[in-house]
Structures are given as structure tokens and as C-alpha cells.
């Protein structure tokens, strides 16, 4: 048993610092350890007692009887480390740091945080600045939570790790209340030693977890989250995450439009699309989602039975079904038949959808035969029952009715209680039927079983083969080049430029526009001015007989905007097509392709799509196509509205090609862009317009960043993500 699982499943615990009151929160861990049924042994230290609830205390760690399998450290953070040490010392596998004062709070604090993990050695540390763990399927409460105070909790399949101690004590308060079955907790925080993907590697190997939840402040070392993670979706348990930190501007790159439409937060969003995690928009959600996936049922398809004993109730679920894209088609005759065939009278409406029984009443027959005719219909994937008011009197009728259908079918059935039921809707969601208090969870619920499936499709069908030439960057110069330079960079890879011609004054100006049609785009060539039409820098649609004049007037205007020297122009051919804008994006998390709107109005639309890139799982011709229709403005990529359909198989392949230097290029490709990439008609390719790049003279890379190009790929095998 390694130190982790020793840490989830001790067999001793030393309480290092306890309190003989309980009101304290160092009296608190004995007490919930002996509350909620810890079988193992527990050793109070503190030298002002010589027993505690019954137990003997002992003076120091050196006095104990045997090294404890986990050591719970409550004092101070300018004396949590002498425990630590002794600890370590008397073999304890692990130790659980409450205190704060920690790098939490600055320099000073960093420096503590340095101390302890010194202190600890090889000791495995949780904390500091945590609320613990809770491991409810073998009843250890290794925490001094007040959460705990809670008599009962319902245990079940949902493994929760958050980044604050705070969350973890809302989660299991609000899971307990409605029902919803937790198996392990666990608080990281500060995350000295063990991080959250510790855990979320922990349990995807625990039998009792089903679904593993996040509660995600950031991430340390996102390498390890996303061999994690992966191994989780091999595993086939999904991984929920509520991430906050949404509301940040994110970073903004010195040179290219891409980072600022990148974000951190954006990145984020890339990283679990593509392994598999599913984003939770509310904290609600954190527990909606895992509840409803842990049910285990399999959503095939977006056509929903709504089944109601409220109008304005149905009417609620229909619309916010509508908004995330399902159907509430009305059933099919075979299966209105079979409805009709349920009553008794002619009240209900059995044959539209929702299925309303407001005037059949609440009868047990009815219900069941109408949940059951749902489950067997061909028209529909999911069924969703509504308890009105008219359920507050009978409050066994719905959740039984519900349960006893459930046999025989595999598509997911939950539930939307009306009115305010705390009772109804922890009843219906402990027989393991997912009941929810608003119609927006039902959505959510349903809208991440369809995004978990989906993933899980794309990951066992992906068998692309992606054997490219090798391309020689070994003259590459570093830093900022000039636009011609980036272009012939991106070229050697396979994206097709715009034609043009460096030119150093008017008489050559003159010659390079006749020779590429007579009506041409004038640029400032330079490594110094990225953002050259802020500075009068770019002129469209100048002809033969004035480009002369133009580029004597633009060398003007650009020495006096900017101070730098304009030695050097581009004559380029003038081309015309939809505009996006293709781009690379590096920050802790990896390098991240960027696909978007192009154009001067890139930031302000902000349509764009990402993807992180890896060197084991290269960007596919299909995860290309996939980005493309992920835009907003794919329309107008596709004939919208009589325009020419644009060279989709060209932009695709450039796509491809950009991707593919930047995961060759590695660590030096600090920035690289095009904006805009021209799409022609199709049959006629594309363009790239225009073209940034910065590279470094070596790689400087970081180990999380490298983990990119190494992690990404999809439902990697267990024994490839363990070794």
C-alpha cells in the first residue's frame, strides 16, 4: 500500500497539537473520527494531557506506541513543521497540515511552506492550509470540518478533491441535504506536495468512485492533471470540473492579436475539451452533474420525454431544453397509443410532449405505465418527470413510480420537483433517481451526459495516421522576423502564402506591381513594427502608376509615427476571401492552436476555437474540420446565404501545417500568427496575407508546457499513462 492509499485508508491516526474540547477546532478531528465510526487507532499528542475523550494522550510523537499510518497536525504554522519532522522521522506515511500562514500569505509565508516540505523528507505531506479529508465509503473523517457535525451523509459514488477547504465543507453539507452519495473528499490547498491530481489519479483506481468532481483554483503542474485526467476517461469515470477565474481579461501578447483572444481562461477550456473533463458552469452544477452521470445511464441521442402532472412546470424544461439544443418531439402513434391505453378517462394529455396528467391525477398505474411506455419508445432518449405540487401530499407516489421503471431500460430518467420539496427531492435522488430543483440543472445534467459521450466516441474512433517529412529549421534565426520571413517559415511547412516581393524603392515597386497583376497591397516591411497599419503602414488596392508615390509617402509616415528607419516593403498580390485569423498560444499549460475570425476585427468578435497541441497526438485532418465548424461564422464558410463555398480541404491542411511547425519547433516558437489567412473559393486555396513569428534562440520550454506535446493523446492505455 503506498502512501497515498495509507493516507485514504489509515489504520492509525496521531493527532498531533489535540484538544480535549471539542468546541475547538483542535479538539474537533477525535471527536469526528469517533462520531462517524473510525475503526483504526487514534493517538492524541499533547503534552498538557494525559487523556482525551477516553483515550490516551501522549506528550510528543517520539512517546507513541508505533509510527502512525497518518499524522493530523494542528499546530501553528511557526511550529507545524517540528511535528512534521518527527513524524517523518517515526516513519508516518503521510501528514495532514492544517495550519495556514503559508505561501498563501506572501514571501514570508513561502518560506515556512519551504520549511515544511524540508521537514517532511519523504513523508508524504496534504496541505498545508487544508480542511482535511473525508473518506465516507470506510467511514475515516480525517478533518476538522464543521460539515461534520452532520449526523449521516449518503454514501455513493462521486469522489470530490478541491483546491479550497471551505468548498470541500459546502459540497458535503449540500450532498448531504439533497441525498447525493459522496465516497472520498478531499481538500489540497496549498499544495506543497500532493496536488489535486494526486488524488484524481488515487481515484480512478478506487472501486467505490464512480464520477470524480473538481472544485479548481489552478493548476500547478498540469502535466500531472492531464495524465490524470486521461486515465480517468480510460477508466471510463468522467471527471466534472468548476473552475473559477472566468471573469479574468486573461494575458495579452506584446506582438500578436492570439493572446489576447487565447486567455487563460481559455486555455483551460481547451485542455479539458480535449481530455475528456466536462466544465461545470454553476457550483450547483459541481454536484447536479456528478449525480446525474453517476446514475450510469447512456444518453444516445437529444430527443427528451417530458412527463408532467404541472403545465407551466413542462413548459419550463421544454424551453431550457430547447435553448441547449434538444428535442421534446411529440411521440410517435405506436407510443401515443400505448399512452391513450393508460387512462381511465379522457383527461390526460397523453399524445403531445410534454405528456401532461395534471387531470388524470396521481395514480400510481398511470405513472408507471407512462414512465415505462417512455423508456421503451423509439422516439425518445431520455425521459424527465416532473413532481408538481399535487406530489407534496403523496411524496412516496413519484419517487416510487420512478423507481420501480427503471428496471429493463438503460436511458437516463430524472427528475424536476416544482415546488420547494427539500424532502421529495432527497427521497427521489437516494433511490438513485437524479432530482433537481430548477430546469436549468436538468439541462446541465443532461447537456454533460451528451458531452461525456460524445468524447468518448471521438476518443475510441480516433485512429489517424499522422506521418509528415521532416522539416529543417536548423537556420532559423531568433527573434522577431520581419513578415516575409514568417511566411517562408510557415511555407516550409506547407501553408500557402500570399505571392509578393521585398522591395527597397519606388522603381522596383513599380516592377513587382506589374508582375503581380497591377493593382496590389503596399506593407512596411520591418522585424521592429508588428502592427503595421497602426502606423500608416499597409495601403490596399494601389496600382502600377501611383505605388511609386504611395511608398515614398508611406516611408515618411512611418518614420515620424514611430522614430524606426523604413528600408524595406512587401509588393503583395491582392486577394480576396473569408478572413480568419490562425495563431499559437503558450502559457503554463501548454502551446494552444488558435482558430478564429481573422481580420482587424479579430479581438472585437472574438469567434474563435482552440486546441492544445501534442508531438504524440498531432493535430488530425478531422480535429481541424472539428475546429472549423466550431466557429460562429462557419456559415460563411459554407455557402451562407448564395456565397461561393470557400476551399474548406485547403484551410484544413493549412490548419494542419501550422500545428505541426509549431509542435516541431517546440520550445523556440514563442508567438507565431496569421492574420489574415485568405480562404478562396473552393478549388482555389487559401493565403496567409499576413504573418508573425518570434523565436527563441533555444528551447526554453518549462517541464508543464513540454508535458503537452507528451499527454494529449486520447484514451491513452493505463499502461502507457503509469509508466
Not at 227 to 241: C, F, N, S
Not at 339 to 356: E, F, S, W
Request: with cysteine.
Amino acid at each position: 500500500m503506498n502512501a497515498i492509499a495509507k493516507l485514504m485508508r489509515p489504520a492509525s491516526v496521531a493527532v498531533i497539537g489535540a484538544s480535549a474540547d471539542a468546541a475547538k477546532t483542535s479538539g474537533r478531528p477525535i471527536a469526528y473520527l469517533r462520531k462517524h465510526g473510525f475503526g483504526g487507532d487514534i493517538y492524541p499528542v499533547n503534552p498538557r494531557y494525559e487523556s482525551i475523550d477516553g483515550l490516551p494522550c501522549y506528550p510528543d510523537v517520539a512517546s507513541l506506541p508505533c509510527a502512525p499510518d497518518v499524522g493530523i497536525v494542528l499546530l501553528g504554522a511557526e511550529r507545524a513543521h517540528v511535528a512534521v519532522r518527527d513524524l517523518a522521522s517515526r516513519g508516518t506515511s503521510a501528514a495532514i497540515v492544517l495550519a495556514s500562514g503559508y505561501a498563501e500569505i506572501g514571501e514570508e509565508g513561502a518560506r515556512r511552506q519551504a520549511q515544511l516540505i524540508e521537514a517532511a523528507g519523504s513523508m508524504r505531506l496534504l496541505g498545508p492550509n487544508t480542511i482535511g479529508l473525508v473518506n465516507l465509503t470506510d467511514r475515516i473523517t480525517l478533518s476538522a470540518s464543521g460539515a461534520l457535525e452532520t449526523d449521516a451523509f449518503t454514501v455513493g459514488g462521486i469522489g470530490v478533491v478541491s483546491q479550497s477547504g471551505g468548498i470541500l465543507g459546502s459540497l458535503l453539507s449540500r450532498a448531504a441535504a439533497r441525498g447525493i452519495g459522496l465516497s472520498k473528499l478531499i481538500s489540497t490547498s496549498n499544495e506543497a506536495d500532493l496536488d489535486m491530481a494526486d488524488f484524481v489519479d488515487y481515484l480512478v483506481d478506487d472501486d467505490s468512485t464512480s464520477v470524480i468532481a473538481l472544485y479548481m483554483e489552478g493548476l500547478r503542474h498540469p502535466d500531472r492533471f492531464r495524465r490524470a485526467a486521461l486515465r480517468a476517461a480510460a477508466a471510463g469515470k468522467p471527471v466534472v470540473v468548476f473552475k473559477i477565474g472566468r471573469s479574468e481579461s486573461g494575458a495579452r501578447s506584446a506582438v500578436s492579436h492570439t493572446g489576447a483572444l487565447a486567455g487563460s481562461d481559455r486555455m483551460y477550456d481547451a485542455l479539458f475539451k480535449q481530455v475528456g473533463v466536462i466544465r461545470a458552469q454553476t457550483f450547483s452544477d459541481l454536484l447536479d452533474i456528478p449525480h446525474a452521470l453517476a446514475a450510469h445511464r447512456k444518453l444516445a441521442g437529444r430527443r427528451v420525454a417530458i412527463l408532467t402532472s404541472t403545465g407551466g412546470a413542462g413548459t419550463l424544461v421544454a424551453d431550457s431544453l430547447g435553448m441547449a439544443n434538444f428535442e421534446t418531439p411529440p411521440p410517435d402513434e405506436a407510443t401515443a397509443a400505448k399512452l391513450r391505453a393508460l387512462q381511465t378517462g379522457d383527461h390526460a394529455v397523453l399524445d403531445r410532449n410534454p405528456i401532461d396528467v395534471t387531470l388524470a391525477g396521481l395514480q400510481p398505474a398511470l405513472l408507471r405505465g407512462a414512465i415505462s411506455t417512455l423508456l421503451d419508445s423509439p422516439t425518445y432518449d431520455a425521459v424527465v418527470v416532473i413532481v408538481g405540487s399535487s406530489g407534496l401530499a403523496m411524496p412516496d407516489l413519484m419517487a416510487c413510480a420512478i423507481r420501480d421503471s427503471l428496471p429493463g431500460s438503460d436511458k437516463p430518467v430524472m427528475a424536476f420537483v416544482s415546488p420547494h420539496a427539500p424532502e421529495i427531492t432527497r427521497m427521489l435522488n437516494e433511490q438513485t433517481v437524479p432530482a433537481f430543483p430548477s430546469p436549468e440543472s436538468v439541462t446541465s445534467a443532461l447537456a454533460a451526459m451528451w458531452q461525456h459521450r460524445e468524447y468518448m466516441q471521438r476518443a475510441v474512433s480516433s485512429h489517424e495516421q499522422h506521418a509528415a517529412a521532416e522539416v529543417d529549421v536548423s537556420d532559423l534565426p531568433a527573434g522577431s522576423l520581419n513578415e516575409a520571413q514568417a511566411k517562408e517559415l510557415f511555407a516550409r511547412f506547407g501553408v500557402s502564402v500570399a505571392h509578393e516581393r521585398i522591395v527597397t524603392n519606388a522603381n522596383d515597386a513599380e516592377t513587382a506591381a506589374r508582375e503581380l497583376g497591377g493593382k496590389v497591397v503596399l506593407k512596411l516591411l520591418s522585424n521592429k513594427i508588428t502592427h503595421k497599419s497602426d502606423v500608416g503602414g499597409v495601403a490596399v488596392g494601389v496600382t502600377t502608376d501611383n505605388i511609386g508615390a504611395r511608398l515614398n509617402r508611406m516611408r515618411d509616415e512611418v518614420e515620424t509615427a514611430t522614430g524606426v528607419s523604413a528600408d524595406a516593403f512587401l509588393v503583395q498580390e491582392m486577394v480576396s476571401g473569408t478572413e480568419l485569423i490562425l495563431g499559437l498560444h503558450r502559457d503554463a499549460l501548454g502551446t494552444a492552436l488558435l482558430l478564429g475570425m481573422g481580420g482587424i476585427t479579430a479581438e472585437l468578435f472574438k469567434d474563435t476555437t482552440m486546441r492544445l497541441l501534442s508531438a504524440k497526438a498531432p493535430l488530425s485532418r478531422s480535429d481541424a474540420l472539428e475546429m472549423i465548424h466550431e466557429l460562429k461564422t462557419w456559415p460563411l464558410l459554407d455557402g451562407f446565404r448564395g456565397r461561393p463555398r470557400a476551399d474548406i480541404d485547403a484551410l484544413v491542411t493549412a490548419i494542419v501545417a501550422f500545428a505541426r511547425m509549431a509542435v516541431r519547433l517546440g520550445g523556440r516558437i514563442v508567438e507565431a500568427e496569421i492574420n489574415p489567412i485568405f480562404v478562396l473559393p473552393a478549388g482555389q486555396g487559401v493565403r496567409a496575407a499576413d504573418g508573425v513569428a518570434v523565436l527563441a534562440r533555444e528551447a526554453t520550454i518549462n517541464d508543464d508546457a513540454r508535458a503537452a506535446h507528451d499527454d494529449l493523446s486520447p484514451l491513452a492505455s493505463h499502461s502507457d499513462l503509469a509508466s
